[in-house]
């Protein structure tokens, strides 16, 4: 069957085809129906089934597979490698989940975890949906009132945590964090069990704070089984940023999760059991949950959990993990890539790439020069995918375990995964657009499929008002991002809806006039806001930091390089996508996760305040765009 007939079918025989795929996980109790879409725009999905996502991601395997490796743990900030294999981890789990068990959680109760990239984190996650618990993941080194906030949403009983995270040799204290958060944050916690890794001293809290190695060796012969819940269980929340600057809590499913997961790892990613993937996220993000952690697991494959840079030892260390444990698979930012692009080309010739398979890219519009960049340099096919927080798998990409003769194109995500209808909307008159090079808004036909957010944690009206209200009596879910299809059939993104920057009256994507700043071979990276303008409304101004930062080293430099980018706008999309300045930069401001702090940028430009800027990576950025404003 053709990419295009399976992708019809899993949509016109919706429940047919979801049928097929809950058949790659194991079920306590089969499901009675498929799909209840009697509550629009709300969907349940395989109702009636009972099963443990702990169970299908390490259980089933041991049996098996034994002795492979399934989670290696490797830091290049404290220089450890940890391996555990199948049969190990699934010792482990259950001894994580007598700790949380003697605590109190069981099913329902939430437990937030708020860790670095170790072992310890990956076993927490899995015991914690082992007892039917909902883990709630922050992003380690988030600030005390961000965590405060998280803390108060979920509510949880239990949080785990470590002493501290590692970041370019510099140790980032997190109990001090830890405990602020819990000082402010109006929900009190029970317990707190701490993982001490000997980075940085961690004063325990007496009666509340639990040493997570001493109460280990006090279950470690303890049989904790799964906890069976139902398909449409809560089986985490996690956080993303809301336009009300309140996060909202995702909150995904069991069943639906796991078999949505299940299958992408097939079609999608081609991964199979005994393969190894390497994911360079966090887990605090929803690329590390779906695919540190629970892809790969649920596929029977290795995962490698990493904590470090791209750059450090050197920008040859992905390649080396690469070659020294035969990954298959790897899933890594267009951002990462762009980082590596300013490095020593020899880094990417020095090692053995002959295992990887693919190498795929998401978490931001990839653009084309980079995609071309990253291919040619290690010989690979780069496979790029759209998709958000809230749908927990892609929506967007070239599904090459179904059609292995499907191309990519640079610049694309390519086409819609099984089970998303992906329609782009006239954002005034919410037509459906049906002819090539078209811009609408992207959304998705209701119901989302399997693995896709339930609700917001909590606020079941939040969830309609947000994603379904968009369009007048149309059960649409908005993913407030622009984009193209083109006569293949092709999408490209073009940045968010409330990106678009209007200038005398021609609409405008930022993505589009990055794509287009990007073509320069002397752009390494690029941010593009609109700044308000008395005579246009508002005009494009571009923030670009140089491949070879000496071209920009003097006014004169300066100058030359900042028409020579404007030419290339023209040549790309036409004076109207011009920007009105090119600003040079060493650094662009961004979250740690890698996100442009679009905003932030904007308000310098208009000499506002940039508002919280509690996530970003390098707070030195700021003045350095201030610098350049002013120059």
């Not at 949403?153 to 964090?177: C, E, F, H, N």
């Not at 209200?469 to 149309?474: E, P, T």
Request: net charge neutral; glycine share 8%.
């Amino acid at each position: 069957m053709t990419y295009a007939e399976l992708h019809q079918r899993s949509l016109h025989d919706r429940d047919a085809y979801w049928r097929e795929q809950a058949q790659r996980i194991d079920w306590h109790r089969p499901f009675h129906k498929v799909c209840d879409t009697s509550h629009p725009p709300f969907a349940k999905w395989f109702v009636g089934g009972q099963l443990n996502l702990c169970h299908n991601a390490v259980d089933r395997h041991v049996p098996h597979r034994p002795d492979q490796p399934a989670l290696i743990a490797i830091s290049t900030e404290t220089n450890t490698e940890r391996t555990l294999s199948y049969g190990q981890l699934y010792v482990e789990v259950q001894r994580m989940a007598a700790v949380l068990r003697q605590q109190g959680v069981g099913k329902g109760d939430r437990v937030l975890i708020y860790m670095p990239m170790i072992a310890e984190a990956v076993i927490a996650m899995l015991a914690t949906v082992r007892l039917g618990a909902l883990h709630s993941v922050v992003f380690g080194g988030f600030a005390a009132h961000s965590l405060a906030s998280r803390i108060d949403d979920a509510m949880p009983k239990v949080i785990v945590s470590a002493d501290a995270g590692s970041r370019g040799g510099k140790v980032i204290p997190y109990k001090p964090l830890l405990d602020e958060a819990l000082y402010l944050s109006r929900h009190k916690v029970d317990k707190v069990v701490m993982v001490h890794r000997g980075l940085s001293p961690a004063g325990m809290v007496k009666g509340r704070d639990i040493d997570y190695r001493a109460a280990r060796e006090e279950v470690m012969d303890e049989v904790v089984p799964c906890v069976w819940v139902d398909a449409n269980h809560p089986s985490y929340t996690l956080y993303t940023s809301g336009t009300t600057g309140k996060p909202k809590g995702v909150q995904r499913d069991t069943g639906g999760h796991a078999v949505a997961l299940a299958a992408s790892m097939d079609q999608l990613f081609c991964g199979k059991p005994g393969e190894t993937f390497f994911c360079t996220s966090d887990i605090g993000w929803v690329v590390g949950h779906s695919y540190i952690v629970y892809g790969p697991l649920l596929a029977g494959m290795s995962t490698i959990v990493y904590e470090g840079l791209p750059i450090r030892p050197d920008a040859a260390i992905w390649w080396k993990l690469v070659e020294q444990h035969q990954v298959s698979v790897m899933f890594s930012a267009p951002t990462a890539v762009r980082v590596l692009k300013k490095q020593d080309p020899d880094c990417l010739k020095r090692h053995d790439l002959s295992s990887l398979k693919h190498l795929f890219l998401a978490g931001e519009p990839l653009d084309e020069p980079t995609a071309k960049w990253i291919s040619d340099a290690i010989g690979k096919p780069i496979i790029d995918n759209y998709w958000q927080t809230e749908t927990g798998w892609p929506i967007l990409s070239v599904p090459r375990g179904i059609d292995p003769s499907l191309q990519t194109r640079f610049g694309s995500p390519g086409f819609a995964m099984p089970g998303y209808d992906v329609r782009l909307l006239d954002d005034q008159t919410g037509e459906v657009l049906t002819q090539p090079d078209q811009k609408g808004v992207l959304t998705l036909g209701y119901p989302l499929p399997p693995g896709c957010l339930q609700t917001v944690w909590g606020d079941d009206q939040r969830f309609v008002k947000t994603y379904w209200s968009s369009f007048a009596n149309q059960p649409v879910y908005n993913t407030f991002d622009w984009g193209v299809r083109d006569a293949d059939g092709y999408h490209f993104i073009l940045g968010r809806t409330d990106d678009v920057i209007n200038v005398a009256g021609h609409r405008l994507g930022t993505r589009e006039i990055e794509e287009a700043v990007s073509a320069h071979p002397a752009v390494a990276e690029v941010a593009v806001v609109g700044v308000a303008d008395e005579l246009k409304g508002q005009v494009a101004r571009a923030f670009v930091v140089c491949r070879d930062p000496a071209r920009v080293a003097d006014e004169a430099g300066r100058k030359a390089l900042e028409a020579e980018v404007m030419q290339t706008v023209d040549q790309q999309i036409g004076a109207v996508g011009r920007p009105a300045r090119v600003h040079f930069v060493n650094v662009l401001p961004k979250t740690r996760s890698g996100k442009l702090l679009r905003r932030a940028i904007q308000a310098v430009c208009e000499g506002r305040a940039t508002g919280d800027l509690t996530t970003i990576e390098d707070p030195s950025a700021i003045q350095a765009l201030l610098e350049a404003v002013q120059r």
